[in-house]
């Protein structure tokens, strides 16, 4: 069975940095792409960041377009998500999915396996 443990959230002040780590069991990241998510309260969970096992594309959301930055180590069987210049409307609980498809999709709905989730509080 595979499993994502989420890690590296935290509270930041505003313009700050964090990475979070997602870390694979069960898997490698030959076999599936690694989407991630995040979820405000009262808010939709969205996708923000993915990685594609099919050919290494990166995709992001218009939102953190040139202040996150996904990345892979197949070693450690981790995908990171590097968040730069972080604002106020950042905050949320992240997670990370597994899509085995192999491509990259925003639709919660399509992953096959989550994470816990990390949260990530950014403060003004």
């Known amino acids: 069975e595979v499993q994502l443990v989420e890690s590296g959230g935290g509270l930041v002040q505003a313009g700050g940095s964090l990475r979070l780590s997602c870390a694979a069991s069960?898997?490698?990241?030959?076999?599936?792409?690694i989407v991630w998510f995040r979820q405000a309260p009262g808010k939709e969970r969205e996708g923000v960041s993915c990685?594609?096992?099919?050919?290494?594309?990166?995709y992001y959301a218009e939102s953190v377009k040139g202040r996150f930055t996904i990345s892979s180590d197949h070693a450690k069987n981790t995908v990171y998500l590097q968040m730069n210049n972080l604002k106020p409307e950042d905050a949320a609980a992240f997670y990370c999915?597994?899509?085995?498809?192999?491509?990259?999709?925003?639709?919660?709905?399509?992953?096959?396996?989550w994470g816990q989730g990390t949260q990530v509080t950014v403060f003004s």
């Open positions: 990685i594609s096992s099919s050919d290494g594309t990166t």
């Open positions: 069960g898997s490698t990241f030959d076999d599936h792409s």
């Open positions: 999915a597994a899509d085995w498809s192999g491509g990259c999709s925003w639709y919660p709905e399509s992953m096959d396996y």
